[in-house]
């Protein structure tokens, strides 16, 4: 019985990690990094002629987002839920979630510059780029792991939202007459990922004060 309680508690702690919405915010803005070039550039604000600024956009998004959950989780969290201890089953698991993100980070940074030089072509009648097809695949196969192994149940529909962005704009730009499809696709995939995130991390801060110990996981490691 005290085995299944400790394991009980861990699964608690190890859950925890995404329950201040940070995750949430931090993909939400991952995701939206993609989306504002191709918004400008509808716009006219920006064209792809020169590199410089669908390159530079993208990179301060994601340096901020980066910036921010690594600051959010050292100087929200940690002061409220303290540090959890994992056993080696659960260390193995976030080796296993940082090896999958590394990975898709990597396949990811690879496609945008295979897209953005026009490597590939436009894939036939579709109008979706072989790279962001690529990245969609990748993305809903290594996020919905990644949920696997971290018990996020949320990330399998963002996943899911990372998988369709990028292809399905192409598509409805090559198919559709709409107007701005970049506009309304990005603002159906990341609206709900920063949405979720707001409502959670204010509800964290309300649930959780500040914390004097910072030692919540010393009760917690499994004995395997």
């Known amino acids: 019985m005290e085995q299944l309680d400790i394991k009980a508690l861990e699964k608690k702690a190890f859950r925890s990690f995404y329950k201040d919405g940070i995750y949430d915010l931090f993909m939400g803005l991952i995701l939206l990094s993609f989306g504002l070039p191709l918004i400008f550039n509808e716009f006219g604000w920006i064209d792809y002629e020169t590199i410089t600024m669908p390159l530079l956009i993208p990179l301060i998004v994601n340096v901020g987002a ?6 959010g989780k050292k100087c929200i969290t940690v002061p ?3 540090i959890a201890h994992f056993g080696k089953t659960r260390k193995r698991k ?9 990975v898709s980070v990597l396949i ?18 579709t109008g979706i780029p ?11 196969l290594i996020f919905s792991f990644v949920a696997y192994f971290m018990d996020f149940t949320r990330l399998y529909l963002y996943a899911f939202l990372f998988a369709v962005s990028l292809p ?7 198919n559709t007459e709409l107007l701005y499809p970049s506009l309304w ?19 964290f801060l309300t649930q959780f004060p500040v914390r004097k110990d910072q030692g ?7 004995k395997r």
């Open 66 to 71: 980066l910036l921010f959950f690594v600051f």
């Open 80 to 82: 409220r839920l303290g």
């Open 94 to 102: 976030l080796k296993h979630v940082k090896l999958l993100l590394a």
């Open 108 to 125: 990811g940074v690879i496609m945008f510059f295979l897209s953005l030089f026009k490597v590939f072509p436009v894939g036939g009648t």
């Open 130 to 140: 072989l790279p962001f097809v690529i990245f969609g695949i990748q993305s809903l």
């Open 168 to 174: 399905l704009t192409f598509w409805l730009k090559r």
């Open 185 to 203: 696709v990005f603002t159906l995939t990341t609206v709900p990922m920063l949405a979720v995130g707001c409502v959670v991390f204010i509800k």
């Open 216 to 222: 919540i996981g010393n009760e917690q490691t499994e």
